[in-house]
C-alpha cells in the first residue's frame, strides 16, 4: 500500500537544476522552508494526461491559489533538468516551479517510487499532489494503486477544494487577433484592465480565417470567448464588462 505521510517533514535532498546555462543546487529547505507549497508529482514529462490535465490545471489556477495562502506551485517528476527546462517551455509554465528529481531521491524518500520498466521508464513517481506548510505535510491526495495511470484526485481542482471549496475559479478567455489590429488591441487592453489573462490566437501565425469562422461564425477580429460564450469583438467586449463587471 502506497504510504500517506501526512504530519511528516519532506525528505531533505538537494536538487541538480541548470538555471541559465549554469548548474545550481537547490535544496528541500530552499523550497519549503516559511512557505505554503502545493507539490504535484507524475510519472514524466511530456506524457499525455501530465501535460493536457495535470501540469496546465494547476497552471491555469495559479493566481487562485496565490490568493488563498500558497506561495509556490512545483511540479515533480524523476526526470533530468534538461527535460524538465524544455518541457516548462512547451508548457508555457510561468507560474509553476518545474522540480526535476533525476535519481529519484526526493520520491523515493516519501515512498513512492513506482517501477514502470513495462513501459521503459525505469522508476518513476506515482502520481500525487501534497500541501505542504513550512516542510511539513499538511495534506496528500495520492491516486488509487490500480493499472495503468489513474488520475482522480491528484488535480487542481480537488486541491483547491481542499483549500478553499468557496474559492471562486478565474474565468476562461480566448481571443482571436491579428497582428497590427487595433482593435485587437482594444479589447486585450480591457481584458488585461479586468485582470483577465488570456489565451490569444493570431490569425496567419497560429489559425486560419476559416478556423475564426467555423468557432465564432465570424470573419472579423477581435472575437473574445469568456468561460466558452462567444462575446465577439471589442465593442461587445466593452459591453459586457458595463453590465457584468468582473
Known sequence: M?????????????????????WVNVTTDELFAGKNVIVFSLPGAFTPTCSSTHLPGYNNLAQT????????I????????????????????AHIKLIPDGNGEFTDGMGLLVDKTDLGFGKRS????????????DKMFIEPEEPGDPFKVSDADTMLRYINPEAAKP?????????????CAKAKAMLQEHKLPYEEMVLGKDYTVRSLLAVAGATTVPQVFIDGRLV??????EAYFATAPV
Request: proline share 4%.
Open 171 to 183: 474565468k476562461c478567455v480566448s481571443i482571436f487577433t491579428k497582428v497590427g489590429c487595433p482593435f
Open 74 to 93: 512545483i511540479c515533480m517528476s524523476v526526470n533530468d533538468t534538461f527535460v524538465m527546462n524544455e518541457w516548462a517551455k512547451d508548457q508555457d509554465a
Open 232 to 237: 465577439g469583438g471589442s465593442e461587445a467586449l
Open 2 to 22: 502506497l504510504p500517506n505521510r501526512e504530519g511528516q517533514k519532506v525528505p531533505n535532498v538537494t536538487f541538480r537544476t541548470r538555471q541559465n546555462d549554469e
Open 126 to 137: 506515482w502520481r500525487y499532489s501534497m500541501l505542504v506548510k513550512d516542510g511539513v505535510i
Open 65 to 72: 491559489f496565490k490568493d488563498n495562502g500558497v506561495d509556490d
